[in-house]
Every structure is written in C-alpha cells, then in structure tokens.
C-alpha cells in the first residue's frame, strides 16, 4: 500500500514557475515508476510526466515538453514536477500515481493516486 500526497500548488501568473511535491509512505517508494497527471475543468485527466522507478528515465506530454521537469528523491519517498514558463493551459488540478509495474503515460497502469493539487494561472 502507498499513501501518496501531493502539495506545492497554488494561483500564480502567466510565466511563473512552480514546483509541485508528491510525498510517499511506504519503505517501498523506490520499486515504484511514478507519474503527474492533470485535469483541467470540463476535460478528462491527461497525462503530464513519468519518471522510473531508478530516475533514469522520464517522459513528457508534448504540451510540456522543454518547460516542466519530473524528478524523484528515492530517499525523501518524494517526486518532483518543477513547472517553468506557466500558461493558462496548465491550469488543472495535478495528482500524482504510482504504478508496480509500469512505466507509463497510461492512468490506467497506475495503481494508487493522491489527492490532486490545484494550480491556476492568472493572465
């Protein structure tokens, strides 16, 4: 069983940056491939980011590619998306997933998911 919260949201402007935190419980964060997702109102939830399991390898939506990076501290059971050049089209709510077996862009490959952190992007 993993408990995963995320934290770091909030109202910033257009071109601000942000960095969301995703904190795990669990001894076993480390085996864990773990993603962003995002839902914006009145669409379904997409994906964001994947990172595995060792941080060797990450993988992007193109809508983010080149502006948010996904990062993990096997150490702190923590997971990273550090948001730069932010626009109104990343407004949504973000969760964060971990999956045993996957390393995905796929929700339904994951296994247990946090509550979702608000961010809003002001013009």
């Known amino acids: 069983q993993v408990q995963l919260v995320e934290s770091g949201g909030g109202l910033v402007q257009a071109g601000d940056s942000l960095r969301l935190s995703c904190a795990a419980s669990g001894r076993t964060f480390s085996r864990f491939h773990m993603g962003w997702f995002r839902q914006a109102p009145g669409k379904e939830r997409e994906f964001v980011a994947a990172i595995r399991w060792s941080g060797g390898r990450t993988s992007y939506a193109d809508s983010v590619k080149g502006r948010f990076t996904i990062s993990r501290d096997n150490a702190k059971n923590t997971v990273y998306l550090q948001m730069n050049s932010l626009n109104l089209e990343d407004t949504a709510v973000y969760y964060c997933?971990?999956?045993?077996?996957?390393?995905?862009?796929?929700?339904?490959?994951?296994?247990?998911w946090g509550q979702g952190t608000q961010v809003t992007v002001s013009s």
């Open positions: 997933a971990a999956s045993r077996d996957f390393y995905s862009g796929s929700e339904r490959n994951y296994d247990y």
